[in-house]
């Protein structure tokens, strides 16, 4: 009973103070007590793995403090890939340290003891012990034979208290007239530094590995992508319309509207009405937010009974016309067009034939106000709908 209280004792004074080197391990595999890799038709087992002295597959140590493993290994032939073959097996941290165990003829081998002693990493984290091969002449070491892939694993190493978040950066900076994209890693997470940094438009890969800032030639989405052989983190940024923003104070004044909205923008509330009675108008909740082409739930379902109609017309054309706030001309237009292209996609999914319905991006030409003030401003990103045929 007296021990139970102390062990209470000792749990709450950990909970209030904090226990050195006490992690969750939900982010990591512990690996099994019996380890099978398959490698050139052949099985080789890892087994009897123990750590510091003690027979575990999971050892929790300090920064720099010496690590002694031993294990037992063995070979069993599954195939008939290259009877003759000479095979190596290596093992060991990837990039860091690891020892050729083994060198051997055919595929059957019995069990053979194998050691290594090493420092552990200076860095808090989890390194994964795994098995490598090849198949050479000779056994010398090579610190990335060993597979850098948990799947290979049967150790694990957990050095002081490592931190599992990840947490990266993307940002535009300008240079001259020129934009370019920079990223950083802030957080890494248990698994060693990123060595990997690839860059995306629009899901396809572009040449620029390795370089933390490219030049943002083309408008649309990039991701950055950091990576290890363990685990990986992206971030995207959108490079179409973040530059729709508004003309500074001195490029802009602030007139009266160029047209009166309400001479354009009709009450939709019967929209079959409103298209009998106007070759061209705007629904009233077919506008889109700052930046964005999606066509948002309350113009859906306006596109919805305008699709209705149009299903019911199949004589009935139109022409969707795309346009955006004040800002950089060429990527408005971009914009624009995107715009009309959503909202033309959405009429199609609705059971509108493609063939008739146009679409014209205009980006800012044909603003219905002109002003620097984002809340009346945002009446500009529209589609306006033009009747062609009825």
């Not at 050479?136 to 799947?151: G, M, Q, T, V």
Request: proline share 4%.
């Amino acid at each position: 009973m007296k021990l139970f209280r102390v062990f209470l004792l000792i749990s709450a004074l950990s909970i209030v103070f904090g226990y050195p080197n006490l992690h969750a391990q939900d982010y990591f595999i512990t690996p099994p007590s019996v380890k099978k890799n398959k490698y050139a038709d052949r099985e080789v087992t890892f087994s009897e793995v123990t750590m510091n002295g003690a027979r575990t597959t999971y050892l929790a140590v300090e920064q720099g403090e010496t690590i002694k493993i031993k294990t037992r290994i063995e070979s069993k032939k599954i195939g008939d890939y290259c009877p003759a073959c000479i095979v190596q097996i290596y093992w060991g941290i990837n990039s860091y340290t690891s020892v050729c165990a083994k060198s051997f003829y055919g595929y059957n081998t019995k069990k053979k003891k194998s050691k290594h002693t090493f420092k552990a990493p200076m860095k808090d984290g989890i390194y994964y012990i795994t098995m490598g091969s090849s198949l050479e002449y000779s056994c010398a070491n090579n610190n990335n034979r060993p597979n850098c892939s948990a799947d290979y694993a049967f150790a694990v190493i957990k050095v002081g208290n490592p931190d599992p978040d990840q947490k990266i950066t993307i940002k535009k900076v300008r240079k001259d007239s020129n934009v370019f994209l920079k990223t950083e890693v802030i957080k890494s997470g248990a698994f060693g530094i990123f060595d990997k940094l690839e860059w995306f438009f629009e899901g396809e890969k572009l040449d620029y590995d390795g370089r933390t800032e490219i030049p943002a030639t083309k408008f649309g989405n990039y991701k950055a992508l950091w990576s290890n052989c363990l685990t990986s983190i992206s971030e995207s940024i959108n490079h179409l319309t973040n530059d729709e923003v508004e003309i500074p104070p001195a490029l802009v004044e602030d007139v009266s509207p160029v047209v009166v909205v309400e001479e354009i923008v009709k009450d939709s509330n019967d929209i079959e009405v409103l298209i009998e009675t106007n070759d061209k108008f705007v629904l009233k909740h077919l506008n889109f937010d700052l930046n964005k082409f999606h066509v948002k739930p309350e113009g859906k379902e306006e596109l919805d009974k305008l699709a209705k109609i149009m299903r019911n017309k199949p004589g009935m054309k139109i022409l969707l016309e795309g346009h955006t706030a004040l800002g950089n001309r060429r990527r408005n237009m971009i914009l624009s067009e995107k715009r009309v292209k959503s909202t033309k996609a959405y009429l199609v999914q609705q059971g509108v034939e493609i063939n008739r319905i146009d679409t014209k991006g205009w980006g800012q030409q044909k603003p219905l106000v002109k002003t620097r003030n984002k809340a009346r401003g945002k009446i500009n990103r529209r589609v306006e709908i033009q009747i062609l045929a009825r």
